[in-house]
């Protein structure tokens, strides 16, 4: 199956690079590029990607305003975003506008592409030294949410497997209950911990000592 790629990124020079290193891959497909915010929205709209690799700074609309116009816009296109900063800040801020992964530019070359096929089968990618900069801001957080036992076993089991990258169908094959089962149990998860998206978990997961980034 190829995966539909559109790719944002204000410099040109680097977005040739990444065009070229993915149509060199037989199953990925670029089917569109720009070096704004109000453009890429236009391409995402006509040419309805699977993955939109996402610069964060750029001039005009960045890319926390595009992601976010994109939620309220209920597009189905995945997010990876893609920046030359790993600082905490610009990784939360996108994680709450709704990325499904966090990359970047130092590791573009080497793991742009496993970030890609992650983020197209649904898993929720971060490089290696993003996860570390998660990691270090959850230890130095208070708990500020409910403890584990909060969840009934298979509420727990669920939420350790959402929270490792597994989408719900996967979830339900690993543990032989039924898709919309995994989707009451996850909904349940939220509900009763006040999380509200897929990086929420996650972080919670990590944080309860229940799961490694």
Do not use: W
Request: glycine content about 6%.
């Amino acid at each position: 199956m190829t995966i539909r790629v559109a790719l944002c990124d204000d410099h040109r020079m680097l977005r040739d690079a990444l065009t070229a290193m993915l149509v060199a891959e037989g199953d990925i497909e670029v089917v569109g590029t720009a070096s704004d915010g109000e453009a890429i929205l236009e391409v995402v709209r006509a040419q309805a990607p699977d993955v939109l690799v996402l610069d964060i700074s750029m001039d005009g609309m960045g890319g926390v305003e595009v992601a976010q116009r994109l939620q309220r816009m209920n597009s189905p296109v995945k997010i990876l975003a893609l920046s030359a900063y790993s600082d905490r800040h610009f990784v939360q801020e996108m994680l709450k506008a709704g990325v499904a992964g966090y990359l970047t530019k130092a590791g573009a070359t080497t793991d742009l592409i496993r970030a890609i096929r992650d983020t197209a089968a649904g898993k929720t990618y971060l490089s290696p030294d993003i996860a570390g900069v998660l990691v270090a801001s959850i230890v130095t957080e208070t708990p500020s949410v409910p403890p584990p036992a909060v969840l009934s076993p298979r509420e727990h089991q669920v939420l350790c497997l959402i929270a490792e990258g597994m989408r719900s169908i996967d979830v339900a094959e690993r543990i032989g209950i039924a898709v919309a089962t995994v989707e009451v149990h996850r909904r349940n998860v939220m509900r009763k911990l006040d999380l509200h998206n897929i990086a929420d978990l996650t972080r919670y997961a990590v944080r309860s000592g229940m799961t490694k980034l």
